[in-house]
């Protein structure tokens, strides 16, 4: 088991970071490389036309950035998933941060006190019931007739990505807090980050919920690898999207 | 349509790589971010008048577009060659190509879809994959080939149509004369004026040329209407070669005549792709609509109040998709008894069912333009006014259609006639 534990805490994990960098990189750079369409595609919108110029295009931008981001579209057509989507999304984010600072501080959220993941597990539940709800409103019509399988597999891996990862904080209360701290998971991605994945694996691999770490890694992991491979990359795709509906040079 | 040159199921390998190289040809940076990033929410479907009037799956804008990603998945992409059905890849067959045409031949093209989607994903883009591989594939309808190829043959052969074009413009100049005669100037319709500030596009039919010469006079213009017919049936039809042809006769009129301006009559297909294709060129592509509005806003044409209560369609293809918004409501404040909007905001009007080639091809899309515009029909309705007016031949056409089917009792009129009946002489 510990050998198990050990290729998923360190090589599968440098290999998903490695798939996840290149594969992402390669789908970007595909699109680089790829022919301008040559015409403006724009959506016009009453009341915003002559946007010229430099500060006309930094406005573009702006307001391409703000539709990829707050969902404007989603909010005026339908109100409950938007709620969802930006809870969803905020919660990614809180996540992305909660996970860096496991690896070293960042001084701008130590302006106020906390302990590591200060929700306890309720952000990944918060995400859980969003997901619970993409999950539900895609068995409804007409989103069922338009799902394909990779809809399903990607929202039940995320699903239980963020489950393993909720449940770490109630793990640890199960099999004592003490079992692995803050400080163990710190020594060990720093020793990942050092190209040294063994030098802190034994203060996360051999607690009792060290399984439970383990599974979350490893399902993070093939989330990392599948991700630029799968309609993920809207992530990055919807501010060129955007961009073009708000008139971005072609 | 064309008896396809494929059967419901084979397609031969030759053929296939023919068309796959169409497709590979038309993914442009643009094209491929349409491609890769629908996450099938189904956001759109509620966007389309086809699905809202008639709710079936398959005139939702995210399954249109399917069609194509299916293919696109399957030949362009290594998930879709490793784990095809993942992402439900499909193989190019003769039965995908039937899909393709229901999916291409249903979409008007009104990009409203767009205005929903979170990523605006065009789908209007996507179907001109579909467009083409029909094309490629001799499946594609008939009558809008020929018609495209008309327009071709009619830019190849100028010195041919010259003198019977010339006689027909004689015969209409007599209709400016007879109805405006104080306006109509010493020449009502002049043609081939090198140095003129403008070039008029029109259609083919008094009813394009006749009320827009009337207003130019009136106004001072200094203009000359165009040998071509405004409309591309190379955009219809989806041929990206034909299109360009088609323009490029109007393109080199106007370089040869030193014009300033082309005006692109009341078509919003053949506005938006002199826009859209024109660009860097020495002169500036304007509709009518902005033209006239213009000669109201300089004060270049004095116009009366007509009696009864007006609505005004917006064209997908002038508005939401070429920003004319304003100038054909300054018109409608200047010449209507009254005016009422029909939608609170016109990025949301719903598109009259009839864009994308479908009025063009008659009576086959007939019973389907009808039943897929119900929520068209509904809003005009709803407007509670008299005369509805728009400023797109392809719109005109089906409104009428709506108008008889639905029995609203509207009467239909274009914009530029009602500017020319609203002129007062001097």
């Given at each position: 088991m510990t050998t198990l534990y050990s290729l998923i805490l360190g090589p599968m994990l440098y290999l998903a970071v490695g798939v996840f960098l290149?594969?992402?990189?390669?789908?970007?750079?595909?699109?680089?490389?790829?022919?301008?369409?040559?015409?403006?595609?724009?959506?016009?919108?009453?009341?915003?036309?002559?946007?010229?110029?430099?500060?006309?295009?930094?406005?573009?931008?702006?307001?391409?950035?703000r539709d990829a981001l707050l969902l404007p579209t989603v909010l005026r057509h339908n109100a409950p998933l938007w709620a969802v989507l930006m809870l969803f999304h905020a919660g990614l984010a809180v996540l992305f941060l909660g996970h860096l600072e496991l690896v070293a501080d960042i001084p701008v959220l130590?302006?106020?006190?906390?302990?590591?993941?200060?929700?306890?597990?309720?952000?990944?539940?918060?995400?859980?019931?969003?997901?619970?709800?993409?999950?539900?409103?895609?068995?409804?019509?007409?989103?069922?007739?338009?799902s394909v399988p990779e809809d399903y597999l990607l929202l039940a891996l995320l699903f239980l990505t963020a489950l393993f990862g909720a449940q770490m904080a109630w793990a640890r209360s199960w099999f004592g807090y003490e079992t692995v701290t803050a400080a163990d998971y710190r020594a060990w991605l720093q020793g990942l980050l050092a190209f040294r994945p063994e030098a802190g694996l034994a203060g996360v691999a051999g607690a009792g919920h060290s399984f439970m770490l383990a599974a979350h890694v490893f399902l993070a992991n093939v989330l990392l690898m599948v991700f630029p491979f799968t309609k993920l990359m809207h992530a990055m795709f919807t501010f060129a999207l955007n961009a073009i509906r708000r008139g971005w040079p072609a | 349509m064309k008896e396809t040159i494929v059967d419901a199921q084979t397609l031969d390998e030759a053929t296939r790589g023919k068309l796959l190289s169409l497709f590979e040809g038309r993914l442009s940076?643009?094209?491929?971010?349409?491609?890769?990033?629908?996450?099938?929410?189904?956001?759109?479907?509620?966007?389309?008048?086809?699905?809202?009037?008639?709710?079936?799956?398959?005139?939702?804008?995210?399954?249109?577009?399917?069609?194509?990603?299916?293919?696109?998945?399957?030949?362009?992409?290594?998930?879709?060659?490793?784990?095809?059905?993942?992402?439900?890849?499909?193989?190019?067959?003769?039965?995908?190509?039937?899909?393709?045409?229901?999916?291409?031949?249903?979409?008007?093209?009104?990009?409203?879809?767009?205005?929903?989607?979170?990523?605006?994903?065009?789908?209007?883009?996507?179907?001109?994959?579909?467009?083409?591989?029909?094309?490629?594939?001799?499946?594609?309808?008939?009558?809008?080939?020929?018609?495209?190829?008309?327009?071709?043959?009619?830019?190849?052969?100028v010195e041919s149509i010259r003198e019977g074009f010339l006689a027909g413009i004689k015969r209409l100049e007599g209709q400016v004369v007879e109805k405006w005669k104080?306006?109509?100037g010493r020449t009502p319709?002049?043609?081939?004026?090198?140095?003129?500030?403008?070039?008029?596009?029109?259609?083919?039919?008094?009813?394009?040329?006749?009320?827009?010469?009337?207003?130019?006079?009136?106004?001072?213009?200094?203009?000359?209407?165009?040998?071509?017919?405004?409309?591309?049936?190379?955009?219809?039809?989806?041929?990206?070669?034909?299109?360009?042809?088609?323009?490029?006769r109007i393109v080199s009129e106007a370089l040869r005549l030193g014009v300033k301006e082309v005006c692109i009559c009341e078509c919003g297909t053949a506005y938006r792709v002199a826009r859209q294709l024109s660009v860097g060129q020495p002169f500036e592509v304007v509709s009518l609509t902005e033209v006239q509005a213009r000669y109201l806003r300089q004060g270049r044409v004095k116009v009366r109040r007509l009696p009864g209560t007006f609505t005004y369609h917006d064209p997908c293809q002038?508005?939401?998709?070429?920003?004319?918004?304003?100038?054909?409501?300054?018109?409608?404040?200047?010449?209507?008894?009254?005016?009422?909007?029909?939608?609170?905001?016109?990025?949301?009007?719903?598109?009259?069912?009839?864009?994308?080639?479908?009025?063009?091809?008659?009576?086959?899309?007939?019973?389907?333009?009808?039943?897929?515009?119900?929520?068209?029909?509904?809003?005009?309705?709803?407007?509670g006014a008299d005369i509805l007016v728009t400023a797109c031949e392809n719109c005109h056409t089906q409104l009428e259609d709506l108008n008889r089917h639905y029995g609203l009792g509207k009467e239909v009129r274009f914009l530029s006639a009602l500017v020319a009946e609203a002129l007062e002489a001097d």
């Open positions: 290149a594969g992402t990189a390669g789908r970007v750079w595909r699109m680089l490389r790829s022919p301008a369409f040559g015409v403006s595609l724009a959506i016009h919108v009453p009341g915003q036309a002559g946007r010229k110029g430099r500060r006309g295009w930094i406005s573009v931008r702006l307001l391409a950035v130590r302006s106020f006190p906390h302990g590591a993941f200060t929700g306890k597990g309720a952000v990944g539940l918060t995400m859980l019931f969003c997901l619970a709800y993409l999950g539900a409103r895609r068995l409804g019509s007409p989103v069922r007739e338009l | 940076r643009q094209m491929l971010l349409n491609l890769e990033t629908c996450s099938r929410c189904g956001l759109c479907t509620e966007a389309c008048h086809a699905y809202a009037s008639m709710p079936l799956v398959r005139h939702a804008p995210a399954w249109r577009a399917e069609v194509v990603r299916r293919i696109y998945k399957k030949y362009f992409t290594a998930k879709g060659r490793l784990l095809p059905r993942l992402g439900e890849a499909r193989a190019l067959t003769g039965s995908a190509l039937e899909e393709l045409g229901e999916a291409a031949w249903t979409c008007t093209g009104c990009r409203r879809c767009m205005v929903y989607c979170p990523f605006a994903v065009d789908t209007q883009q996507i179907m001109s994959i579909a467009k083409l591989l029909l094309i490629g594939a001799q499946a594609e309808p008939e009558i809008l080939t020929m018609l495209a190829d008309v327009s071709v043959s009619r830019g190849e052969n104080s306006q109509a319709i002049p043609t081939e004026v090198v140095g003129a500030d403008m070039l008029y596009v029109a259609l083919a039919g008094a009813h394009s040329i006749v009320p827009a010469a009337a207003v130019f006079n009136a106004a001072g213009e200094n203009w000359t209407l165009s040998f071509f017919e405004a409309v591309n049936f190379g955009a219809f039809v989806g041929d990206p070669a034909k299109t360009r042809i088609i323009l490029e002038i508005a939401r998709n070429a920003g004319v918004y304003e100038a054909p409501r300054e018109i409608l404040r200047a010449v209507a008894g009254e005016y009422r909007e029909m939608s609170p905001d016109p990025l949301y009007n719903w598109c009259c069912g009839g864009g994308g080639g479908l009025v063009a091809m008659g009576e086959d899309t007939l019973e389907f333009r009808m039943k897929s515009s119900r929520v068209k029909a509904d809003q005009v309705r709803a407007s």
